[in-house]
């Protein structure tokens, strides 16, 4: 029998590069370009990065930080590389020696930035249509010479909204984006939609799309079933299998209390490894026993290591299985709902934990 410690983290390459193309596809005429930023959502920026590029075509990358974008640099070598964040002392070695392109979106960077600019490079300008966040406002676009807006190459936006597809706020920021781009920027190309935003439809696509939660497998449409594949999946061994007598109690807190006789299988994953501590007592695992699979609650508190949970119809169960964490029939999104957050943040948080074992489909 063999027995593992640890869990397992699995990347299907092969599914994320098939939910590129049909994105690329779903944009039209508009480029699309790959958001591999916190590390490729934790799955790993350089093995993504390089697999969008040779299989892919992608020749436009979207990173945070000047530091993301250096890593990726010799692995994308003819690839267009933005920083969402910008430049500032920080980051500008960074961003002359692998020559990436910043997004400013503010005017005091922008005045940095014509102190310390970049021969042959050009930055994005991000204008504020209503989220809220970075961007121009347009009394800062007023003030803007004709030499200034002469110095960026795209204008970009983002949309608050786009995962509620009638949201009033898509129109809303559509309308704003286009007057403002057509009122300073009228020759410029623009990209307003990240991976949301691209199943709006055409009006949204513009020139470029911003491709990052949806090509790693997250529905980023949820008012209609998730057409992308999954990306990862995360197991994670049975340490130990033990009887709860009835009225015993389950975990730190003792927030369960068994009301008749159960059996517990302890499982080597927590939130040391990412797992919301948020699924105590109502989050779920699975077992795939003789082909069956088996849904096992999780009982008292998640730990920092481990996870408990009733098996006891899980017939045939040993010491030494895995337990589906994320799979195919519990996913991301799943998770995320069950946690009382999403699954962008499920992924990050697992992503760049570095006690699972990793492995990758179609490096």
């Given at each position: 029998m063999a027995i593992?410690?640890?869990?397992?983290?699995?990347?299907?390459?092969?599914?994320?590069?098939?939910?590129?193309?049909?994105?690329?596809a779903?944009?039209?005429?508009a480029?699309?370009?790959?958001?591999?930023?916190?590390d490729?959502?934790g799955l790993?920026?350089?093995?993504?990065?390089r697999?969008?590029?040779?299989?892919?075509?992608?020749?436009?990358f979207?990173?945070?930080?000047?530091?993301?974008?250096?890593r990726?640099?010799?692995?994308?070598?003819?690839?267009?590389i933005?920083?969402?964040?910008?430049?500032?002392?920080?980051?500008?070695?960074s961003?002359?020696?692998?020559?990436l392109?910043p997004?400013?979106?503010?005017?005091?960077?922008?005045?940095?930035?014509?102190?310390?600019?970049?021969?042959?490079?050009?930055?994005?300008?991000?204008?504020?249509t209503?989220?809220?966040?970075?961007?121009?406002r347009?009394?800062?676009?007023e003030?803007?010479?004709d030499?200034?807006?002469?110095e960026?190459?795209?204008?970009?936006?983002?949309?608050?909204?786009?995962?509620?597809?009638?949201?009033?706020?898509?129109?809303?920021?559509l309308?704003?984006f286009?007057?403002?781009?057509?009122?300073?920027?009228?020759k410029?190309?623009a990209?307003?939609?990240?991976?949301?935003?691209?199943?709006?439809?055409?009006?949204y696509?513009?020139?470029m799309?911003?491709?990052?939660?949806?090509?790693?497998g997250?529905?980023?449409a949820?008012?209609?079933?998730n057409?992308?594949?999954?990306?990862?999946?995360?197991?994670?061994?049975?340490l130990?299998?033990a009887?709860l007598?009835?009225?015993?109690?389950?975990?730190?807190s003792a927030?369960?209390?068994?009301?008749?006789?159960?059996?517990?299988?302890?499982?080597?994953i927590?939130?040391?490894?990412?797992?919301?501590?948020?699924?105590?007592?109502?989050?779920?695992?699975?077992f795939?026993?003789?082909g069956?699979?088996?849904?096992?609650?999780i009982?008292g508190?998640?730990?920092?290591?481990?996870?408990?949970?009733?098996?006891?119809e899980a017939?045939?169960?040993?010491?030494?299985d895995t337990?589906?964490?994320?799979?195919d029939?519990?996913?991301?999104?799943?998770m995320?709902?069950?946690?009382?957050?999403?699954?962008?943040?499920i992924?990050?948080?697992?992503?760049?934990?570095?006690?699972y074992?990793?492995?990758?489909?179609?490096?």
């Amino acid at each position: 029998m063999a027995i593992l410690t640890r869990p397992i983290l699995e990347i299907n390459l092969n599914n994320l590069l098939d939910n590129y193309m049909q994105l690329k596809a779903l944009s039209g005429r508009a480029k699309a370009a790959a958001v591999v930023k916190d590390d490729a959502y934790g799955l790993g920026a350089e093995i993504v990065a390089r697999k969008l590029y040779n299989d892919g075509g992608c020749r436009h990358f979207f990173v945070a930080h000047g530091i993301e974008g250096e890593r990726i640099r010799n692995l994308v070598p003819d690839a267009a590389i933005y920083v969402l964040q910008g430049i500032g002392e920080d980051s500008l070695d960074s961003f002359r020696r692998a020559r990436l392109i910043p997004v400013i979106g503010s005017p005091e960077m922008f005045a940095w930035w014509k102190e310390n600019r970049i021969e042959g490079i050009k930055p994005v300008i991000q204008i504020e249509t209503g989220l809220n966040r970075l961007g121009f406002r347009e009394s800062e676009l007023e003030e803007l010479s004709d030499a200034d807006r002469s110095e960026f190459s795209m204008v970009l936006s983002h949309l608050a909204c786009a995962d509620a597809k009638e949201h009033f706020m898509n129109q809303h920021q559509l309308d704003n984006f286009r007057r403002l781009k057509e009122k300073y920027f009228p020759k410029l190309p623009a990209t307003l939609s990240a991976s949301d935003g691209t199943f709006l439809g055409a009006d949204y696509q513009w020139d470029m799309v911003r491709l990052g939660a949806a090509m790693y497998g997250i529905n980023t449409a949820p008012y209609r079933e998730n057409q992308m594949k999954s990306v990862v999946t995360v197991k994670a061994p049975v340490l130990q299998i033990a009887d709860l007598p009835k009225g015993d109690f389950v975990g730190y807190s003792a927030t369960y209390r068994a009301t008749e006789d159960r059996r517990l299988a302890i499982v080597s994953i927590g939130y040391g490894d990412g797992i919301p501590r948020s699924l105590s007592n109502v989050g779920k695992v699975f077992f795939n026993i003789c082909g069956r699979i088996h849904e096992a609650r999780i009982l008292g508190r998640l730990s920092m290591d481990n996870i408990i949970c009733d098996v006891t119809e899980a017939d045939g169960l040993q010491v030494g299985d895995t337990a589906g964490i994320l799979t195919d029939y519990y996913t991301l999104d799943d998770m995320g709902r069950d946690a009382g957050t999403i699954g962008y943040e499920i992924l990050s948080r697992i992503g760049k934990n570095t006690r699972y074992m990793r492995t990758y489909i179609g490096e």
